[in-house]
Every structure is written in structure tokens, then in C-alpha cells.
């Protein structure tokens, strides 16, 4: 019944080591969101795919890259993992039109050691 | 400026009592949206509930509503009997038809602790 899924829960990478999670979803939405959220803090925005459109945030670091190669599925890409890369990453789909409501993934806890 | 503001870092309740959780925001777009998201300790954030700007009524799902007072620019989410699984961060967002990338601009979160 999962409708937003995130592989895998919970990943440790080493400094410096590349990582992928991703993120897949059976709504048939359009719109596919990225989000990185520390501790104790709100989500915050890295980019978003508008149907093929990449939309990055102006402050994403070039660290974190995304591919979406169909509608169904997204990767979140960190090229370089830091300590400071550690957070709770969370995935999120829309349809437009639909009052606009972001539906999210369960997430994944990134480590980074 | 586009703000969310939530006061309350953090929030008790007795279990089966009622509480109010207050979000104020600010925008100049008369066309917004806004929404209240659970996130328990697991992580995952899980939609609530939603208010349009031309809504006329108060929006209400189940054991949540939203008390929108559009000129105090305010958005409160009100939990009725409230159950030991409503523990958790509740964040308001809100969302503006002046970007067209629809983006949510999330408050600090307010975090709910219900007491037995």
C-alpha cells in the first residue's frame, strides 16, 4: 500500500564516499521533490523535478546531484559525502492540480562516518 | 517576505483533552495554500490536513481542523482527544501560487508530547 518509497530506511557511507538513495512511487505524479533535514530542523528543499524539468534551489551545494529516469522513480546522488551531509532526506511526489498537497516517503537516515 | 512562524518549540497534553497548535504566516500572494504535516519519531512526514486561501470554511479531517483566521493571518491546528500516538513534530507549511515551482515553506515545527 506504500504509495511513496524510499530504499534503503537507514545508510552509512564513509567520508568521501559516493551514495545513492532513491525513491519510487505508485501515485503516477508529476511532480517529484528532494528534501535534507537535519536534526531538530524543518525540511529543507534541494531540488525538484517538474514531469523531466530539474529544478535545482539556488543554495544546493554541487555535491548533490539527482536523476529522475521515469516518472516513477528519482535518485538523490552525493558525490562526495561530509560529516555535514548527515541528516534525514526525504522524498515527495505531487500531481499538479491536486490542491497542490506534497505526499512523502518514509525517508532515509543518511550516516556519514 | 513568505513566513511561517510557529511559537511553540514544544507542547503537552493530556491524553483525551483538546490542543491548539498556532501557526501565523505572511505572504503578499492572495492565492495560497496551507498545510499541517506529522512527523513521528520514525521520520516520515505524514499529511493532515489543508487549508486554500478562498476557502470559505474551516477545513476539518476527523479528529483534526483548522481554525483559519485569514486577517490575523493565522492557521491553527486544533487535535481533539488527543491519543498517546499524536506525540510527535507537527509542522505547518504553507505554499504560494507566486512560485510556480510550488514550494512549501515550512515553520520551526512544534513538538507534541501527550501525557497518559
Known amino acids: 500500500d506504500a504509495m511513496v518509497i524510499q530504499n534503503p530506511r537507514y545508510q552509512v557511507t564513509q567520508f568521501g564516499k559516493p551514495v545513492t538513495l532513491s525513491c519510487s512511487q505508485t501515485?503516477?505524479?508529476?511532480?517529484m521533490y528532494w528534501y535534507q533535514q537535519k536534526s531538530s530542523q524543518a525540511p529543507k528543499l534541494l531540488f525538484h523535478?517538474?514531469?523531466?524539468?530539474?529544478?535545482n534551489e539556488a543554495d544546493t551545494p554541487d555535491n548533490f546531484q539527482s536523476r529522475r529516469p521515469n516518472t516513477s522513480f528519482c535518485f538523490l546522488d552525493i558525490r562526495s559525502p561530509g560529516l555535514g551531509d548527515a541528516a534525514m532526506y526525504l522524498c515527495?511526489?505531487?500531481?499538479?492540480?491536486?490542491?497542490?498537497?506534497?505526499?512523502f516517503g518514509p525517508g532515509t537516515r543518511l550516516l556519514v562516518l | 517576505a513568505q513566513k511561517i512562524t510557529q511559537t511553540q518549540p514544544g507542547m503537552f497534553v493530556q491524553e483525551k483533552e483538546a490542543v491548539t497548535l498556532d501557526c501565523t504566516y505572511d505572504?503578499?500572494?492572495?492565492?495560497?495554500?496551507l498545510f499541517w504535516y506529522k512527523q513521528p519519531s520514525s521520520g516520515e512526514m505524514i499529511f493532515l490536513i489543508y487549508?486554500?486561501?478562498?476557502?470559505?470554511q474551516n477545513a476539518t479531517e476527523g479528529r483534526y481542523s483548522l481554525n483559519f483566521q485569514k486577517a490575523r493571518k493565522s492557521a491553527n491546528l486544533v487535535i481533539s482527544a488527543s491519543q498517546l500516538g499524536d506525540s510527535a513534530m507537527y509542522f505547518c507549511?504553507?505554499?504560494?501560487?507566486?512560485?510556480?515551482?510550488?514550494?512549501?515553506?515550512f515553520g520551526s515545527g512544534t513538538r507534541l508530547l501527550v501525557r497518559p
Open positions: 515527495a511526489t505531487r500531481l499538479q492540480g491536486d490542491r497542490e498537497t506534497q505526499y
Open positions: 505572504t503578499s500572494d492572495p492565492s495560497y495554500g
Open positions: 523535478y517538474y514531469d523531466k524539468d530539474f529544478n
Open positions: 507549511a504553507m505554499r504560494t501560487r507566486m512560485d510556480s515551482s510550488y514550494k512549501l515553506i
Open positions: 487549508q486554500g486561501s478562498y476557502d470559505q
Open positions: 501515485l503516477n505524479h508529476n511532480v
